[in-house]
Structure formats: structure tokens, C-alpha cells
């Protein structure tokens, strides 16, 4: 699990490891890590150009630091400070190691070190720094600890920000490393131990083994029923594809059965293509709403009335208080999110963490925020980033899929949290499997799903 703490709790564990520790030793570790971080890139110190973009804080000290551990092995190091004052120690070990201060001509480098701000940054960026970024355009650059100029604890941009090749960050990840736009600007991220003793953190993001551990397998003495049944009512005359893909996203084979109970007018195109789905019945979870056009509003009443776990997707979602306080994962993307809390999609997607939390607590159910790093959001404010995925995934359809696989693991028993970040991970992983041979489609995403879970590792 990757797990993103908020600054107040690294300070905390700063400050707990920092009176046990020689002082500056936290910072030695730092610096060391992302000086081998930097030479890692480089391929090499010696001869290599190497420029600090140095603040006032910490953030400018593990540069500072790192700076002369890459001018001990030969590489030319210049520091440009972009404040009155700068790490004193910092600044001597630098000098001692032959680097330089000040001076600079910023298009000879081979690499630019963004030791401008980390978690101490508040505000925009101010002007002296804007204008070192612009000096530095174009150069390779390794961000100490968060990219400057983004918001550690929201992922939100707004200004002038440094756009990083690599992050190289310490003790543990930040909110801006996974979530949209601020985790654009981190290029990799390089996690640095340095030893902190972190809390429960309030957004994570799942990883193989987490899925694999999650993921439903069937035990020996299992049968269909027992490994959950699935319901889609999705589909209409109008829109006879979703019903085709929320049933192929269900029948991916998580679940022991799936049923499909829409629109008769899309039936025969469904049985002709999935012949294991069968008619309507009992089911442990519905999936409700893609390509649902009228039929919507019904078919959330019918689902919530039957009191199973349900994903409520595409045209339900403009039902979705029907299911409110129930065991429920809404799925909206950005414009769809923005219709259900009524702003605009642009305030959506400046701000996606506020606003997937802000839709969870409002609909009292798990919200799933759709996009690049899909956000899943628990009424209680606890978030899953969904790092998988591919920009081939930005296609009609995928979102029928994604529903589909979600009712499939909620089926299987997995709590909506679960299944909704479960489901997520696996969908972005298959569309990444799919499209290593080119651009797919979304059928493409649920053929892949088997292969995907026989990659996973065993828990
Ligand atoms: N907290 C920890 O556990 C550790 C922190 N370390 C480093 O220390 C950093 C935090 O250091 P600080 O608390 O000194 O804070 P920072 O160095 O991140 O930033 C604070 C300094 O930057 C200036 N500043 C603030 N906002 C600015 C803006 N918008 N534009 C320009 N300058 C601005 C302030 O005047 C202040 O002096 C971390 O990001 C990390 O790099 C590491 O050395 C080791 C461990
Ligand atoms: N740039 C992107 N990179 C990766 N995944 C993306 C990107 N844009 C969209 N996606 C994913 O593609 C899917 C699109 O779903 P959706 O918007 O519901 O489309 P549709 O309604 O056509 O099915 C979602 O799972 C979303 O997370
Ligand atoms: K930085």
C-alpha cells in the first residue's frame, strides 16, 4: 500500500524521531537518498552539470546537502538562492565539497534540483522563484520532496509550479503525489525511508499485493451462488451497447453468476454475446444506470428496494439520494459530479479530493470519482487514489465496464470501499494490459481482466 500522510503528521513523527536522533541526522538521510536519486538519472557524477534552486527552509538543505554529495563524486554543482537567507549548514557543506554558490547560467545543466519549498511552501510561488523556473526551462528536473509550487495536502495547482522528472520524497507520500493535477507535476516518485513512525493515513493508494489480497477467489467447496450473484439493469432501445458492456464488465468472473434484468430491447444482443448471463432473480448487488435513459429512476427504485449492495452509475446517478446511507458506489465522472453537488466541471477538477469527500458525506455512500487517478472517496473522508490506468482507458464505454466489475466484487462480498478501489485498480491495470499492442476499446478492458488477475501476485 502506498499511503499519503498530511503534513501535520509528518511533522508530528518528524518531531518524535528528531529527539532520538543526533541532530541533522534526519536530513543527512534525506539528502543521501536524493543524491543517489539525482546520480541514479544522471548515470554518473563526474563532469556532470548540476544546478540548486535553493529557498530558505529545509527543502533547500537536503538540496544543499545532496549537492555536496554529488561534487564529492566529481560533478560541477552551482547553487542559485532564491532567498536572503539559505540552510547555513547546507551552504558549508557545499563549499567544502568545491560546489558553488550563485552565478548562474542556466542553460548549461544537466539537471535542475527543486529545492525551492517542500511541506513548509505556503501560497503561490513567489516571483524570484517563477523566474528561476523560467530560467531553468527545458533542463531535467528532480523535485525534493514535492514538486514547489503545488498544494502538499490537496493536490490542487494554482500558479506557477515546478514540473518534475522525478519526486524524490521522504518518510512517507503526500496527498500531491497522488492526486490530480499536483500529481502530474511529480514525473516518478522515489520514496526515501527515513525512518518515520507515521498513524493511519487518510488517502492511500492500493498496489498488486494489496489486490491480490483482496481479490475474490473461489474456496474448494464454493458453488455459484455462494460466490455471489450479479445484477445489471442497464441498457434501453436507445443504448443497447451498455448493457452489452456493464454485463461484460460483470462477467469478468469475480462473480459465480450474473443476471440481466434491463431492457428486453437489448436482451437478445446481451445473451447472444455473454450465453452464460441468465434472467432476473435474487442477487447479492445491482448495477444500475449506463444506458439506462428513461428506465434510470425505476430501476434505482427496484435496486434500492431490494436492499443488496448496488453501484448506481451514468443516468441513475441523477437518483442517486434514493441510495443514500446504503451500501452503494456511485460512480460519476468529473461533469457528472458536478451535476450531482451542482457546480461547475471545472471546480471539480481543480479541486478532485474536496470534491469525491465532499459527494460521499452529502450522499452518505462511497463516491468514485472518475479520471486519470480516479478518486475513491468513504463518507468519512477516508480516500483510495487509483494509480493504474492508461490515457488509451479515455474511451466510450469503459465507464460501462468499471460499473459492471464493481457489482461483480460487491457481489463477491467486498464492502463498497473495497470493491470500488478493487475495481478501479484492476480496470485501470487491464486497459494497460490491453493496450500494449496499441489503442483498445472498451470491450477490450473486460477481455483483459482474467489475465490481469493470473498476473497478480499470490497472498
Ligand atoms: N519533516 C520531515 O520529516 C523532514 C523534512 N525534511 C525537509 O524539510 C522540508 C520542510 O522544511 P521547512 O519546514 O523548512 O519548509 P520548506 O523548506 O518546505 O519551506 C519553508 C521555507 O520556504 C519559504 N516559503 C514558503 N512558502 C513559499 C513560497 N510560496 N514561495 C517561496 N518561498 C516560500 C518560507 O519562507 C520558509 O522559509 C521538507 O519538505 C523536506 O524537504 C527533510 O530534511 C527530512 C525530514
Ligand atoms: N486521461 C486518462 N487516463 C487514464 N484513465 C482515464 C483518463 N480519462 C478517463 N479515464 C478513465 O476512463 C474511464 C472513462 O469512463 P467514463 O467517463 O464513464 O466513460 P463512458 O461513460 O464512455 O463509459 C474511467 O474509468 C476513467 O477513470
Ligand atoms: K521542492
Redesign the pocket.
Known sequence: MIRAHTTPQ??A??ADLLARLPEGA??Q???TGLGYAVLDLLGAAYGRRVLLLV????????ALYAGALLARRGAQVEAWL??SSAHEGGVAALRAAGGRIGAVRPAEFDVVVD????????????PG?VAALEAVAGVPVVA???P??VDVDTGEVDGPHVTADVTVT??THKTCHLVDPAAQACGAVHLVD?G?DLPEAPVEALQAADVAALVPRPHLDDHKYTRGVVGVRAGSAAYPGAALLSVAGAACGLAGMVRYDGDPAALDLVRAAHPEVVGPGRVQAWVVGSGSDTGAEDAVHRSVADGVPLVVDADALAFAALARGRPAVLTPHAGELARMLDVDRAEVEARWLEHARLAARRYDAVVLLKGRHTVVARPDGRVRVTTTGTPWLATAGAGDVLGGLIGSLLAAGLDPFAAASVGSWLHGAAATLASRHGPIVASDVAAAVPALVATLPTP
Not at 55 to 62: A, E, F, I, R, V
Not at 115 to 126: Q, Y
Open positions: 509528518v511533522r513523527a518528524e534526519l536530513m538521510r534525506a539528502a529557498g530558505s527552509g529545509d527543502n533547500g538543505g537536503d532564491l532567498s529545492g525551492i519549498v517542500g511541506i513548509g511552501g505556503r501560497g503561490r510561488l513567489r522563484a525534493v520532496d514535492t514547489s509550487g521522504f518518510g527515513i518515520l
